[in-house]
């Protein structure tokens, strides 16, 4: 089985991001590939299906590196991106934090942040509206630690257990947790 080009990818922007390369191996597979020349291409290796219409899948690229980052930077890339980076990373398990509000969810997601041992992923609905501008840095630091050797996927952002659920992101070797707090009787407030 061949590496896929969205690996190179996302890697490429790594290696910017940490100063140590560029983007050349994803440049020369896309313009080595003719496959690479249509939009279908693109939605398949990077959005992982076919576009809604033949001729959109016919359509021709002139530049194929801005169409392949446009692609990454897109909102369906974004709602996606936690079991893409699964699939293409699928050695790293996740500990997923449903952080209620109000529970310590902070304490916690700082303490994952300061050890090292996190990649730590934000929820579609976060990235989508607070990190709209700078999605590909924040995919080359997602990409920094996970090759980095970290022991573990975190999600941060408010996830959702229906999150987990309906995109089927737990695997049998993940660990789904939470904190809620228990005021003491004195001070709650009782309906």
Not at 36 to 48: D, N, P, Q, T, V
Not at 68 to 76: G, N, V, Y
Not at 131 to 153: H, M, T
Request: glycine residues 6%; proline residues 5%; positive net charge.
């Amino acid at each position: 089985m061949h590496r896929p080009i969205l690996l190179d990818l996302l890697e490429g922007l790594a290696d910017v991001r940490e100063g140590v390369g560029d983007l050349l191996i994803a440049k020369e597979r896309l313009e080595a590939d003719p496959a690479a020349g249509y939009r279908r291409f693109y939605y398949e290796s990077i959005l992982g299906r076919s576009p809604e219409t033949g001729e959109l899948a016919g359509e021709q690229i002139k530049d194929r590196m801005q169409c392949a980052l446009d692609f990454i930077r897109s909102k369906e890339f974004a709602n996606n991106h936690i079991e893409t980076f699964r699939r293409l990373y699928p050695q790293v398990p996740a500990k997923f934090f449903l952080h209620a509000p109000k529970s310590g969810g902070t304490t916690v997601i700082t303490a994952q942040r300061r050890s090292g041992k996190y990649a730590l992923m934000m929820a579609p609905q976060f990235l989508l509206f607070d990190y709209s501008p700078d999605r590909l840095k924040y995919y080359a630091e997602v990409v920094s630690q996970l090759r980095s050797g970290v022991k573990y996927i975190a999600l941060f952002g408010h996830p959702t257990g229906a999150l987990l659920t309906e995109k089927r992101l737990k695997r049998e070797t993940d660990e789904v947790f939470s904190i809620i707090r228990v005021c003491p009787k004195s001070s709650c407030w009782i309906a």
